[in-house]
């Protein structure tokens, strides 16, 4: 391709609104993680959106949106791929089945295509490509395309597999046809028809690569690239998949422009080793017995660990607890509440001077077996591999806190243990808690504890649809240290 004569074509369509664009890097760190743990890669990235009102979408489209199809909230891959793919960027998209891609790149599609120079005569088009594995998938894209399209004549679209009639394919691109969803093989075979006088690449400025992981298991490989390069080189170009394993990842990085790489990946939001678990007490007020019976079995257990040892404690059966309490009056009552039944604790926060901080600190990291109660806040980068058991003993407040404190465990390759103690207030932790176990360790609790749990993360889940509750208002009121987030995600 010559640049000089390539026919300008617009990419941005996407105007960030106000609310959207003044998020806070913590704001944005909450959101992505409430939406199923949306890892970004790549820089420049729009905000996520949380609301389809918030895209700019035309009334046409809104209308199916809400009315025809009744969708209520955006999927995660689509708060943040659809923002990311009006823009003009190239995405890489990789979210599990059923998780609503299509959409995804559809709307952006149909838009870009949408405000191009109609075809001129001896165009066939098509202006978007989009390439999936089978006549099913393929079948399937295009029916949801036309529900878009709706009455829109200037909106053509046709669907090019194997399995269906060529001659009728032909006749359509003799017509002239804006967007094509083709099995590759299909729209290489339209390509060459009549020493590629049929059908040419010339227009094509938005390709989809989707199911690309189906896509390569199934050999297209040679074929996708051979049709990419006959597409301009400032084309927008986006690619969906299921799973992104290396020959894929080599492949997108070859091909795609500056790509963002939006992951969804909810099962990986804790680090898998963590035994996550939580109580639920009657009242506020049974919360200090629920710590000591919580305290007293980890203590058995270091005195069982010790007479099958012979008495000697090795670095090998250290097992260290931290107890994360909201503030330093409540680090103070429970500090001594504790002592008072007997237990050794040692205590950091922020009303201690600095040096005794760090004196704290050493003891904590010198003495086997021992407790440490400090506020989240204090916590950060500490990095102690001996300690096995966290417990949250003031329910936290958002996805942020309970990645930072439970990552204050299984560290390493050691194991680790983190209990939450709510009380039935505690409706956002709770509503975390459903998000971020896993249904065996859901399933390790009396069935009685989780329909508790599950009532109550309901109760917060309607309140952030309807706008009573909020994520992302924690105590400390300091928010989420991002680079030191950063580094325990990359720990
Ligand atoms: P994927 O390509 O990720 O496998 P699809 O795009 O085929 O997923 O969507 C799966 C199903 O979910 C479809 O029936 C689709 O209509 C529906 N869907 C898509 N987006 C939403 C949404 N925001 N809310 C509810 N359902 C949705
Ligand atoms: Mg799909």
């Not at 200037?154 to 399995?163: E, F, R």
Request: proline share 4%; charged share 25%.
């Amino acid at each position: 391709y010559d640049r000089a004569s390539l026919e300008p074509f617009q990419k941005e369509f996407y105007i960030e609104q106000d609310d959207i664009r003044k998020m806070s890097p913590e704001e944005v760190a909450e959101v992505r993680l409430n939406m199923d743990n949306l890892v970004i890669k790549g820089s420049g990235c729009p905000n996520p959106v949380t609301r389809w009102s918030q895209l700019g979408l035309n009334t046409q489209v809104m209308d199916i949106i809400t009315n025809r199809l009744n969708f209520k909230n955006l999927t995660p891959i689509q708060s943040q791929a659809l923002p990311a793919i009006m823009s003009g960027r190239d995405v890489i998209g990789i979210s599990k089945t059923g998780s609503g891609k299509t959409i995804s790149y559809l709307l952006p599609l149909l838009r870009q295509i949408k405000v191009q120079r109609d075809l001129g005569p001896g165009e066939t088009g098509p202006l978007g490509l989009i390439m999936a594995p089978t006549r099913e998938l393929a079948q399937q894209i295009y029916e949801e395309a036309k529900l878009f399209i709706g009455q829109d004549a200037s909106m053509s679209c046709i669907c090019c597999t194997g399995g269906s009639e060529l001659k009728t394919q032909i006749q359509s691109f003799k017509r002239g046809v804006k967007i094509v969803v083709a099995t590759p093989g299909r729209f290489i075979d339209l390509l060459t028809i009549n020493g590629g006088k049929l059908v040419n690449t010339r227009r094509i400025t938005f390709v989809v690569i989707d199911e690309a992981d189906r896509l390569f298991d199934m050999g297209f490989e040679p074929q996708i690239t051979q049709i990419m390069k006959s597409i301009r080189p400032d084309k927008q170009c986006v690619l969906f998949s299921a799973t992104f394993p290396t020959k894929l990842r080599n492949f997108a990085m070859r091909v795609l422009r500056k790509p963002l790489s939006i992951t969804v990946n909810s099962a990986n939001m804790v680090n898998e080793k963590i035994e996550q678990s939580f109580v639920v007490c009657n009242t506020p007020a049974d919360k200090f017995g629920a710590l000591v019976s919580i305290l007293s079995t980890q203590q058995q257990q270091q005195d069982e660990q010790q007479d099958s040892n012979h008495n000697e404690l090795s670095d090998d059966n250290d097992e260290k607890t931290i107890i994360f309490v909201a503030s330093q009056q409540i680090c103070d009552l429970v500090d001594g509440q504790l002592s008072r039944n007997g237990f050794d604790v040692i205590t950091i926060h922020a009303g201690k001077e600095y040096q005794e901080r760090i004196n704290n600190l050493e003891k904590f990291k010198n003495t086997p077996n021992s407790i440490l109660l400090c506020t989240e806040v204090m916590s950060r980068g500490l990095n102690v591999p001996e300690v096995s058991l966290v417990v949250i003993y003031n329910a936290i407040k958002t996805f942020a806190q309970y990645v930072h404190t439970t990552g204050r465990t299984a560290r390493g390759d050691h194991h680790g243990k983190a209990i939450s103690i709510l009380d039935p207030e505690d409706l956002t932790a709770a509503y975390i808690l459903t998000k971020t176990m896993r249904p065996d360790q859901l399933e390790s609790h009396s069935s009685e504890q989780v329909s508790i749990l599950q009532k109550m993360s309901a109760e917060f889940k309607a309140g952030l649809e309807s706008g009573k509750y909020k994520l992302s208002t924690g105590f400390g009121g300091k928010g989420l240290d991002n680079l030191d987030f950063k580094r325990d995600a990359k720990e």
